[in-house]
Structures are given as C-alpha cells and as structure tokens.
C-alpha cells in the first residue's frame, strides 16, 4: 500500500482543553480488553449508561459494530487483527480529542498492540480496564456460540483456542467478572475515573 506523503496536520481552533471546560469534565478512552465473553460489551455499555446519567459527554465502541463498518474489510489474521485495533485506537484518540470519554469493548488480544494504541494517547488518557474471566467460565457463557464453532473447526485464529491472548502487563483497572457484579465493576470504573479527576 502506497502512503501518502504530502499531508500537513493541522491543529484545530477550539482545543482539547476548551472542549473538556465546555463539557465540565476530563475525557479519556477506556479500553476494555479480555476473551470472548468475558463480559466486556456488558460493562462497558453499563459505564456508558452510568456516565449518561452523571451528565457525562460518551460514546461507546463495540467490537462487533465497528466491524460492520470502519473495519468492514478486515478478517481475523494477526495482521488485520493489528491493523483492527490500530484503527480502534485513532479513531478513540479523535473522540478523547472532543472531549468526550469512549469506552472500547475489543478482546485486543496482544499486548504490543495494546501499547502501541497507548503511546499516541497524552498521560492518563488510556485507561486499560482488563475484564479477566477465566477460559472455561467465557467457553461456558459462549452467548455468540463462538468457541463451539472454534472447537469444532469453524472458526480459525479464535482467541482463547488456536490464538494466544496475552494479558495485560500494567493495566490501570482489573474486573474479575468470575467474582464481581455488573454493578460493582461499574462502581469500580466510575470511582477510579473520580479520583483521576476525570469526571
């Protein structure tokens, strides 16, 4: 693929911090990642709703809707899989730009992927929120029938059964949704993101 090369950045007139003081809160992505069914859609769409009741400026990226569109000419190789959550990454970069707080629900499952997203991101920004379930409790749950069909040989390069999921070295919040309540991850999300002073 041939890239561009005669393309300026331009900055834009209303900043970042003019937007958060307009919105009177900070903004950051929250990237929600972990295996298939380990409940990440579900919390991030439940800190999606808390936030909207707090008044809060959000937006919510889901995996599977993302792949219906932006992504809609990736599979599930390594390397789409990297080009999948490079693209993830800007376009949540854009959102925090507004001003606004975006919470992701992608399995992301490599690790250099995941730090690179987190390096085009300004400090406290990215706040990795690891949704950690063990592999026979997301196999059990399967509500997708995802590993069935991986078991079975109808899905390739499935994360969990024939691709790797690295977890995550440093993440900034741990959900263990084996032992905790939707609501209780939520009240974890929202206090963390109150004493970070971004809402």
């Known amino acids: 693929m041939t890239k561009a090369t005669n393309i300026t950045w331009h900055e834009t007139t209303i900043t970042k911090e003019e937007r958060r003081a307009q919105n009177g809160h900070g903004s950051c992505a929250l990237w929600f990642t972990g295996l298939s069914g380990s409940g990440k859609s579900t919390i991030a769409n ?16 889901d995996g599977d809707n993302v792949r219906h569109g932006l992504n809609k000419d990736l599979g599930f190789s390594e390397k789409d899989r990297k080009e999948n959550i490079r693209r993830i990454g800007e376009v949540a970069k854009l959102f925090v730009d507004s001003g606004k707080i975006i919470t992701t629900a992608f399995i992301s499952p490599f690790i250099s992927d995941r730090e690179q997203v987190r390096t085009i991101f300004e400090e406290g920004e990215f706040v990795e929120v690891f949704v950690d379930c063990p592999l026979e409790i997301c196999e059990h749950r399967d509500p997708k029938q995802l590993y069935a069909k991986a078991r079975l040989g109808e899905i390739k390069n499935f994360t969990g059964i024939d691709s790797p999921y690295e977890p995550p ?3 900034e919040i741990v959900i263990h949704t084996d032992k905790q309540t939707v609501e ?15 809402i």
Request: charged fraction near 25%; glycine fraction near 6%.
């Open 169 to 171: 070295s440093r993440p």
């Open 46 to 61: 439940a800190v999606s709703k808390e936030l909207y009741r707090l008044g809060i400026n959000e937006y919510v990226l």
């Open 184 to 198: 209780g991850a939520v009240d974890l999300i929202i206090n963390y993101l109150r004493e970070q002073n971004i």
